[in-house]
């Protein structure tokens, strides 16, 4: 049968959608594997699911019993793996992966109550050779009741104008921000970046726009990578000729507001 979509989402989020064997993040590139197979009587419940990588997963599901060279991994093991790395996702809830192509810098914002609005930079950062489709970030905040665009604006900072994804000097994609409730119910943004090439550095500045004293109090914000591709997107056309690619977010959540990123080159 499988596990379910509710497991599968599950399982991503204890592990960050990172392997539990290597603590590579892969974003879409992963797969939730069963620790004991169904052929052996293992369930396709949560504590018998384990988040790996392709090279991971083929290691731990490929081994020819007639001919065996090396050892196998043993579902005890797998379980061993698993737990320790959602003990570690979960104690630092806010932390990035150790193995992440993508890093933010910072990923943590604090917005105090002075007399100044704050601005804030955040660097994303591509530290591979390969190409990246579809980037998610999400960013939290530590207040329950907020509604961002009114408190935040977000601009990217591109003063080669490279970022939208191009054919020639036509514009088929746009990065997008978004508002939108979380799985959790929470309210979040959600940045998307249509390409990063490889080494490539795409700069957003998070600007504190509007701040009432009595309602606005400080508040923090925390970013995450949670999804990417290296499979370039699927793109549709609307009646008008428009081009733009399919939205596929990288968890159940109920979207607000979509807006694109306005180009900003100070």
């Not at 390969?130 to 977000?154: A, G, M």
């Not at 020639?168 to 979040?188: H, L, P």
């Not at 508040?219 to 549709?236: A, G, H, M, Q």
């Amino acid at each position: 049968m499988g596990f379910s979509n509710a497991v599968k989402k599950e399982a991503l989020f204890e592990s960050k959608r990172s392997c539990c064997l290597c603590h590579t993040f892969c974003g879409r590139d992963v797969d939730v594997h069963h620790i004991k197979h169904q052929n052996e009587g293992g369930g396709d419940d949560l504590q018998n699911a384990v988040v790996l990588c392709f090279d991971c997963h083929s290691e731990s599901g490929h081994y020819n019993q007639k001919h065996p060279k090396g050892n196998k991994y043993s579902p005890e093991e797998l379980k061993k793996f698993r737990d320790e790395w959602w003990v570690w996702c979960k104690d630092h809830p806010y932390a990035q992966p150790p193995k992440i192509p993508i890093s933010l810098s910072p990923n943590t914002f604090s917005f105090d109550s002075g007399a100044y609005l704050g601005i804030y930079v955040l660097h994303v950062q591509n530290k591979t050779q390969n190409i990246y489709y579809q980037t998610w970030i999400k960013i939290s905040f530590d207040v329950q009741r907020i509604e961002p665009l009114e408190r935040f604006s977000f601009t990217f900072i591109d003063d080669r104008n490279v970022h939208h994804l191009r054919v020639g000097s036509k514009v088929i994609a746009e990065n997008k921000y978004m508002t939108a409730e979380d799985s959790t119910g929470k309210t979040v943004v959600f940045l998307l970046i249509e390409i990063l090439k490889p080494n490539e550095i795409f700069d957003v500045r998070i600007e504190e726009i509007k701040r009432s004293f009595e309602e606005n109090p400080p508040i923090n914000l925390f970013c995450d990578v949670v999804s990417f591709s290296e499979t370039p997107s699927k793109f549709i056309s609307n009646p008008s000729g428009k081009t733009g690619s399919s939205i596929t977010p990288p968890e159940a959540i109920r979207l607000k507001t979509i807006r694109i990123f306005s180009d900003n080159s100070e």
